[in-house]
Each structure stands twice: as structure tokens, then as C-alpha cells.
Nanobody
Framework: QVQLVESGGGLVQAGASLRLSCTGS????????LGWFRQAPGKDREFVAR????????GYGNSVSGRFTMTRDDMKNTVYLQMYNLKPEDTAVYYC???????????????WGQGTQVTVSS
């Protein structure tokens, strides 16, 4: 059974930092590209960050570039999203996702977690 479980969300003030975690099971984690997405109320889902196999090819959405860092620990089947200088507009449900297609990954994320809420107050 495939599972992705996010944790680490919460309520913080603007300017604070927060680290999200996502642990996967039931699929070949180390051969999966991983991504973070978010969705705010009334808005479309937004790409936040992605990371390839072996931690290569990290990429970020324009709105978070320079403030968020995505890393992975394949020994723990866990991916992290370190968020700095949070802003009220970062408020959303954050989801992690996995594309298990290995080195040929085209970021077609087929496995998704249930999400964790991040709320940033001004």
C-alpha cells in the first residue's frame, strides 16, 4: 500500500521558519522524483518545489525561490521542505507527491499525501 504522510505544518507568524516532512512507503522511494505542492482556499494547486533522484535537480516555484529549500533523505524515505521568512501568502495546505518512474522521471506525480496545513499570520 502506497503512503505519503506529511507532517510539520502549523500556525506561525510572518517571518518565521517551518520545516515540513513527508515520509513515504509502499513504493521504491529512492527511485522516485519528489515534489511539494500547495493549495490555498479558492485557488488552484501551485507547484512549490521538486527534487530528483540522489537529491539532484532541485527546482522551485517563483514565489518561494530563495526562501524554501527541499532536501531528501533516502535512508529515512523522507523528504523535507525547509521554509524561511514565511509570508501570509504562503498560507495553504501543503502536499508532497512522488513520481516513481526513476531516472526517466518527467515529474508525473501519481502518489500524493493527504496534506498538512500551514498558516502564516501577519
Amino acid at each position: 500500500q502506497v503512503q505519503l504522510v506529511e507532517s510539520g505544518g502549523g500556525l506561525v507568524q510572518a517571518g518565521a521558519s517551518l520545516r515540513l516532512s513527508c515520509t513515504g512507503s509502499g513504493f521504491f522511494y529512492s527511485r522516485s522524483a519528489l515534489g511539494w505542492f500547495r493549495q490555498a482556499p479558492g485557488k488552484d494547486r501551485e507547484f512549490v518545489a521538486r527534487i530528483g533522484l540522489d537529491g539532484r535537480d532541485a527546482g522551485y516555484g517563483n514565489s518561494v525561490s530563495g526562501r524554501f529549500t527541499m532536501t531528501r533523505d533516502d535512508m529515512k524515505n523522507t523528504v523535507y521542505l525547509q521554509m524561511y521568512n514565511l509570508k501570509p501568502e504562503d498560507t495553504a495546505v501543503y502536499y508532497c507527491a512522488a513520481d516513481p518512474s526513476g531516472w526517466d522521471s518527467k515529474d508525473e506525480f501519481i502518489y500524493w499525501g493527504q496534506g498538512t496545513q500551514v498558516t502564516v499570520s501577519s
